[in-house]
Nanobody, 117 residues
Framework: VQLQASGGGLVQAGGSLRLSCAASGSTSGINVMGWYRQAPGKQRELVATISSGDSTNYADSVKGRFTIGRDSAKITVYLQMNSLKPEDTAVYYC????????????WGQGTLVTVSS
């Protein structure tokens, strides 16, 4: 499975950005897709995930501001980010979990989001 993320960039505080991540390759069996982020000097953390049944999970820090969605084919995931704050500045990584016999995790290359104050 390959994950191609896009949509990062520079935005002022209070602004919006939309990230997209398209999965390709052997996508059959992908169960969960989502986004993690890593700010400078910090550990990678969960932002939001969405399951094949459209169940969503958000970090407390982004609830009410970010919305995760998935296309009908279930292989493209979006992250609509509103009311961005400087503390949202990070490299955002697309994530996919595929269930075969066990669980396989896949990561995209990361896209930088910079929020200026």
């Amino acid at each position: 499975v390959q994950l191609q993320a896009s949509g990062g960039g520079l935005v002022q505080a209070g602004g919006s950005l939309r990230l997209s991540c398209a999965a390709s390759g052997s996508t059959s069996g992908i169960n969960v897709m989502g986004w993690y982020r890593q700010a400078p000097g910090k550990q990678r953390e969960l932002v939001a995930t969405i399951s094949s049944g459209d169940s969503t999970n958000y970090a407390d820090s982004v609830k009410g501001r970010f919305t995760i969605g998935r296309d009908s084919a279930k292989i493209t995931v979006y992250l609509q980010m509103n009311s961005l704050k400087p503390e949202d500045t990070a490299v955002y990584y697309c994530y996919a979990m595929k269930r075969v016999i066990g669980f396989e995790n896949y990561w995209g290359q990361g896209t930088l989001v910079t929020v200026s104050s």
